[in-house]
Structures are given as structure tokens and as C-alpha cells.
């Protein structure tokens, strides 16, 4: 299947993307600010995610929370998210319901900063300190992405640092530095809006003209650190976390070709063959022959800049001691590194990932969100057209070189949670009850 895309550029700097689809009557806008923690500054962490909560706190003609109850009124669902190398912000409408939709990411993009005010700070600093007890420090394996992060980048690394930032720095946060860290990141020229499903091309440009064309652009945003990284770790990286969890799971990461590149799409194939569903090595292996995993699985992160990570996440059974477990996961690797792949698992792994990918997009608002992340990271939406026949010319003479490059000992970090004393007893008493 072929998406249409059309593309234009306000004279303010905004990037659209148009996708006209009469299938349903529905349309999704996404907005794609190219912001994300690894844009910020040591000290003031957290402030990409703190903006995911402050963006929808009510703008010059909006009230607080009112963005949600307007698109809720009007039968749509909406929402954000952050991550290292952006921000997002989404709706998905019935169609006769769009300009309102886009009028309100147009309002809080150049109205934003009248409507801001020391209280909505200090309450959504609440909410996300919140969040990250709950999400993070009191969620079984929730400090999993921090503490890769952690053990994967050098400290002086834009992507080393939290993604929802640490108490301290959200405590230390002001009114000014989140007004500047505004005006820096969130500008039409730095932004990237898709829109996709039942509309007219000509009256959505219309209309995105209208209430968007006003919108001053920024006076520019620093670059980023130096981000190049070698194409391996160097040697074996492993930290094991105590932490209120049942059961030992490991995550071993890998470091890979970043998002987008030739040699991304042979990992990606690499990681679906690993740990994709239920027919892959690891499920296969250490799932169902062995016994040795509850569950099993492997993904990329994604990343576009510097160097994207693979990585294995494997959950032990209840009577697994976690000295197994990393044993084992540690020899389906080797027999991974040592023999290489089949032609048969490539291209098992192939018709997966594309199953997936020609059924994601038939949501409007999957839909919009390939294309915004195209647009952001290459400058060109058309490539969501182009991710089918990528995986379709992956060889498994790429994969195996793929794998001969990256799975060797020196490109290993090996982040395992492990029961803190008492958590585990407390696990063995519950397996011992269910076996009676």
C-alpha cells in the first residue's frame, strides 16, 4: 500500500504533512516538536516531559484542561508523549471536528506562554513527581530505561540522563527557565504537523495557514553536544538492581545502527527473529523448550542520532535463580554470534514486521505519527512509503553481518533486577502455595 503525502512550509518555518484518506470518517493531527530530553541541560532535566504535562494547562483562549474536555466533547481522543529526541502531541477527531483540533495546538504553540503561571507550575510539577514515584521508583522494573541510559552512554552524553528527570531538578525548575526552555523548543520552525484521514487537502491548508501562519518562528536553538559514538561499548558492561520485584529479568543491550540507516533495518530484522512473537529463538528456547523464562523478547529503541540500542529483555520463571538466567540468555547470544542466522528465520522475521507495519497504518493516527517522525528526523514523510521495501532487501548476509559486528562480548551491557531480600521470600512462599 501507498500513503499520499503532500508537503508544504509556512514562511514561518512549520513543516506540514498531508495524507487525504476517505476511508473512515475520521482525521488524526500530530505534532511533532524536535525536542526531547537529550535537549537538556544538566541541572534542569525533566523539562521535555514537565512541557508534555504543561501543554495542555490551558493557553490565551484556552482554559486548564480544557483541550481535554473539548476533544473529548467533540467524540475525539488525544494525548502526548516524550522521548529522547522529541515531543508529541495527538488528536484524532471525527472529521468535521478538525479545526478545532487544529486550532488548539495552534493556540498553545503561539499562546502558551500568557496563559503560564506559577501555580500550574508548581501543580504539574506535583503531578510528574507523582508520576515518577508511581511509573518509576515504585514500579516493578520501572528504572529500567534510566538506569540503561545510565549504563550505555558516556555521563557527559545527551541521551545519559533521565527522560523524566530526577526530584531535584524538577524541584529547582522556575518560571523563567521554563518560559525560556518554551520559547527555545516549541516554535513553528522546530515543529512538524501531519494530518491524516477524511479532509480536503485545500480547505486543511487553509485552515493550518490560518491559525498556525501567525505563530512567529524562534531566534533558534543550540546544538546538541557532540553525539558520535564508537559503533561498540568497548568491552562488557553489567549492573545488577535489588529492587521489590518477584522474579530476576534481564535486559542486554546491544549498541546498533541508528534509526533510518541501511544497516538499522538489518537489526531490526535481527531483534524481530530474537524475540518476535512466539516463534522466535528466544521464545522458542528459553520460553517453551527450556523453561527457563516466563517471557522473552527483543526491540530496537529507535533512535536517530548517535547510536541506537537493541535489546534483549527476558523475565526468569518464579524457580530461576538469576545466575541461570543470565547464563542462559548468554548462550542463545553465542549461538547467535558463532552460527549466524538462517535465510528462513530472515525472512519469517520480514513478513512479521511487515504484517505489523501495513496493519499500523491503517489507523489514521498511526498514520500521522510515521509521517511527523519521518518529517522530523529526515526532513521527508515520503519515506513511510519506503519502510516495506527496506526490510524486503535485508539479505541474510546482512544480518549475519550485522550480527558479527554487534553481538560480540565487547558490545554486551547486561542490566539485571534481582529480588531484594525479602521480596524474594515472599515469591517462593507464593510459588510453594500455588504448587499446593
Do not use: C
Not at 47 to 59: I, N, R
Not at 311 to 320: F, G, H, M, S
Amino acid at each position: 500500500m501507498r500513503i499520499p503525502v503532500e508537503t508544504f512550509r509556512l514562511d514561518n518555518g512549520l513543516f506540514v504533512t498531508l495524507s487525504e484518506d476517505h476511508t473512515a470518517p475520521i482525521a488524526a493531527v500530530n505534532l511533532w516538536y524536535h525536542v526531547g530530553s537529550a535537549n537538556e541541560k544538566v541541572g534542569r532535566t525533566g523539562f521535555a516531559h514537565l512541557f508534555e504535562h504543561m501543554l495542555f494547562q490551558g493557553s490565551a483562549h484556552v482554559g486548564s484542561n480544557e483541550h481535554f474536555e473539548l476533544i473529548q466533547r467533540a467524540g475525539g481522543t488525544l494525548n502526548g508523549s516524550t522521548w529522547l529526541e522529541r515531543t508529541n502531541y495527538f488528536e484524532t477527531v471525527p472529521s468535521n471536528e478538525l479545526a478545532l483540533a487544529l486550532w488548539l495546538e495552534a493556540d498553545r504553540m503561539g499562546e502558551l506562554l500568557p496563559a503560564m503561571t506559577q501555580e500550574k507550575l508548581d501543580t504539574q510539577r506535583d503531578v510528574v513527581k507523582n508520576e515518577r514515584r508511581w511509573a518509576v521508583d515504585n514500579q516493578p522494573y520501572g528504572t529500567m530505561l534510566e538506569k540503561m541510559q545510565e549504563l550505555v552512554f558516556p555521563p557527559s552524553h545527551p541521551f545519559q540522563h533521565s527522560l523524566i528527570g530526577s526530584m531535584e531538578d524538577l524541584s529547582a525548575a522556575s518560571l523563567d527557565d521554563i518560559a525560556q526552555f518554551f520559547a527555545t523548543y516549541y516554535t513553528p520552525d522546530n515543529a512538524v504537523l501531519s494530518v491524516a484521514g477524511d479532509f480536503d487537502s485545500k480547505e486543511a491548508l487553509a485552515m493550518i495557514r490560518e491559525y498556525f501562519g501567525p505563530v512567529p518562528k524562534g531566534k533558534g536553538k543550540p546544538p546538541l553536544p557532540p553525539m558520535s559514538l564508537p559503533p561498540v561499548f568497548g568491552s562488557r558492561l553489567r549492573e545488577v538492581v535489588p529492587d521489590n520485584v518477584s522474579l530476576p529479568r534481564l535486559f542486554m543491550a546491544f549498541r546498533s545502527p541508528v534509526f533510518g540507516s541501511e544497516e538499522y533495518y538489518a537489526a531490526s530484522v535481527a531483534a524481530a527473529l530474537l524475540g518476535m512473537r512466539k516463534g522466535s529463538r528466544l521464545q522458542r528456547a528459553l520460553v517453551r523448550e527450556r523453561q527457563i523464562a516466563a517471557d522473552a523478547g527483543a526491540f530496537t529503541f529507535d533512535l536517530a542520532k548517535a547510536s541506537d540500542l537493541l535489546v534483549v529483555d527476558v523475565t526468569a520463571r518464579p524457580e530461576i535463580a538469576v545466575g541461570q538466567l543470565e547464563e542462559e540468555v548468554e548462550r542463545e547470544i553465542d549461538v547467535l554470534y558463532r552460527d549466524g542466522v538462517s535465510d528462513e528465520e530472515v525472512q519469517r522475521a520480514i513478513a512479521l514486521i511487515e504484517t505489523d507495519l501495513v496493519a499500523s497504518l491503517q489507523s489514521a493516527g498511526e498514520r500521522a505519527d510515521r509521517l511527523s517522525m519521518f518529517a522530523t528526523y529526515f526532513g521527508q514523510p515520503e519515506l513511510v512509503n519506503e519502510q516495506a521495501d527496506r526490510y524486503r532487501h535485508v539479505t541474510v548476509q546482512r544480518v549475519n553481518e550485522l550480527v558479527s559486528e554487534r553481538f560480540g562480548e565487547n558490545n554486551r551491557a547486561s542490566l539485571i533486577y534481582v529480588p531484594r531480600e525479602g521480596v524474594a521470600s515472599e515469591s517462593m512462599l507464593a510459588v510453594a502455595a500455588g504448587a499446593n
